[in-house]
């Protein structure tokens, strides 16, 4: 049985998806469209007379960690301001800063409304800080060729560099702006949620607390089961019809089974109407498990564009296509039509490319970070999964790695510098103003903090939710449970800036 | 005016201590003798029918923060262990942890008494954790003459990477214990409780709790006064007599006077029993300097043997010389007596050799970390000192880093990453479980967290302490107040530990 190694990246699924039992360095590329903004909110910003943020750009240090002469070199940091709303430092007013993830740091603040939408009410400056060797943020004279050449540059792309770099920035962004009182609370999605808790636990002298959005903190080692994340993804689908996750599930066997016959291959393309150039029942397989995974993340209860442009409630249109009775036993042409809600929602594309996909938001180097310390066992499939059933394999994932840029995993380095295991013991007597909030629908929230650990370290869990939806732009078909996380969100936020402001007066 | 640069070492003057108004590179080398144990310690040990401790080693890593192929080196990493009092895993005992300072480890597990006296009460095992580059756990395999040869490989011995060192260390060793559930406390004295502190901050994932005794982590930019540390020296002669004082502190143009007056280097010699290889004025007065700074360190209630075998209340003795009779108006007959309290107590030596002096702790590497992150402004004197009159100058010791090793210090990074400014309001409503134990006599205490900053982060002051005093050996003659301090500690790790425990016992 051919082993499909799915959901190890937050967003693209780079050099494992493809992973046979035979290991490969082939590279399925991540598949996004150029475009992400939705009109609306563009919009919104117009009406409200300002451009979302301005860029500017921060000296940086590319090693905080060591004092070799190589360690002093610089690269130019990316950040992206808004101060329409800001009260500014007379005011003490706050700054709610986003820590960046994998990918150019426009795309992450075009997706978290959130804080452009709260900004007014809160007068606080708004800042994106992009994470190193993303984006525009490229060490090594902003030469990508350089910078991702191999692991003596990229060794430099890790998580504990990108959170000093964002303390650095800070302190450095406060003093000029002599805003030293203003408190800074840090928001992140994903990874980037993941970056913000990190900040609030390493960094408490920095920011006064963190809201950590669809953060699998705890989707290392065996912390949490390697087949929840697509054991979720089952249960999205199945929740919507046993028939919908019955043809799915039966489709990878039929897939193989028509490509390995003769004139299979063509059969595969016309049904999945797939361009000329290029056929592979692998790299079917793995398209049409892009299209479900990232469906299942974006479930989102409104019509999105946030990976590709998606109707609202997505799995439900794709089971919708998959149990139309007008397509009979056809189940090519049941997830032609699935497959279709993610890659072809607005219908203007003729066929697809498996040899191609671009990456607009320039996310590749996170497989370099799933390669030495983000080693997230998220790829097994039970015998239930919607997914052919595999095993997580770290060996494996350790060989992919040192074929592919010749280093050696460090697997027990988050927990070692984070933490994760026994975190309620851990967090409950230390620590504060932590919300992690998490959909149920969102593959990655088994890997999130779903208990409250503490009265400062909360979980908001939204059974409806998927991947960090409470911080996209509000809109007015919103259901009423989304408006609801987010008041809650916005008004914890406002006790901290409250009792900040208190400790303040008071000289503590 | 000379300007004496005092007190910016926690133990050895080294590089900064000669620094003139022209910048020079003259070294002066730290001077203790070579015993350091007092016998009724040893023999304490020897009663309990066991050692002090063995040696292990731990293959660690050279580069935490980084995933380049230098990164991936290792070091055999030294650790002390002593399970004589250890109620083992079964019973979840606790494990005491010594976060290794700027020395040989063995030097500082024999002058933490205090973990060896309470083990017994806590059925705690001890383990003292070496800090890299020093005594024995030495990277590049072992070879001082390479790791300390250049920036480059220096470039490794940081505060971070020691901390991650530990975090690596205490995770592997309680595996390997199968000790899993069993909590960990962190001592550290001087530098070392900077490190338990700031371990518990980074790691509360990892320890439960922190003793920093001594630990100076407010003396970082201008958050403590650059005239603190020898305004307490300036004190602690002061509050002995009005003449000690003004004896000492009208010595130093004295000896320039003297030094520069023809045959005026012979008399200096005559007076200080100086021997004959070596005198200058500059280094007498750095001798001098010396004994003062660390006589006021280690003003210790009973006799002590931490640097150099010491009377008890050594500062008292000290202004006994000065203020003897005897000696009438002659001052250098005073300050060779007061000099010899500190060099010559056993009375022994013969002559005092200003060329040489022995490191039999190895803690020469500490002018590296104090060029690059330890930049604490300590040797500013003001118009009362004790010392000349000088103001604390960044640029005259980044110009003799820079001369030095080449490197340029990082005089923020250490508020960056470990806070420091305005700490209460900061680690008022986080963190918890930090003793911060500070004896005003002691010229660090300044540096030193001096009030209560929550509940469970708490400051011990004892007017009359003096560096690190209650991590020393408990002996019979131990004042009342230093009893009650120790007790008062015990009491404190006491509760944590029960209430890990009560924690453990509800699943949290």
Redesign the interface.
Known sequence: MRIIAVGILFLCFSIFSSLSSTVSNDKVPPRFPSSVIRPEQLSLATKRGTKLYKARYFTQ?L??????????QTFQHRYLINDTYWSGPEKNSPIFVYTGNEGDIEWFAQNTGFMFDVAPYFKALLVFIEHRFYGKSIPFGGDKDIAYSN????????S??AL?DY??LI?DLKKNLTADDSPVVVFGGSYGGMLATWFR??????VIGALASSAPILNFENITSPYSFNNIITQDFRSESENCYKVIKGSWEQIEDTGSRSGGLELLRKSFRICKNYIDADALESWLTTAFVYTAMTDYPTPSNFLNPLPAYPVKQMCKSIDDPTTGNDSFAKLYGAANVYYNHTGTTTCFNLAYSPDPHGLDMWSWQAC??MIMPTDGNNQDSIFPESQWSYSQRAAVCKGYY???P?P??I???????????????????IIFYNGLRDPWSGGGVLKNISK?IVAIVAEQGAHHVDLRFATSQDPKWLQQVREREVKIISNWIS?YYH??ANH?
Request: charged fraction near 20%; charge should be neutral; aromatic fraction near 12%.
């Open positions: 240090i090693d905080h960690f060591n004092f070799n002469p190589k360690s002093y692991a003596s540059t990229l060794g430099y792309l890790t504990t560099q000093a303390a650095t302190i636990l390493k960094y408490p002298h920095i030495t310390e010749g280093v050696d460090r027990n380095w927990t070692t510098e984070f933490g994760g295991h026994d975190i309620s013991r851990a967090l409950k007597r230390f620590g504060s103003n400062t009792q400790d303040l503590s």
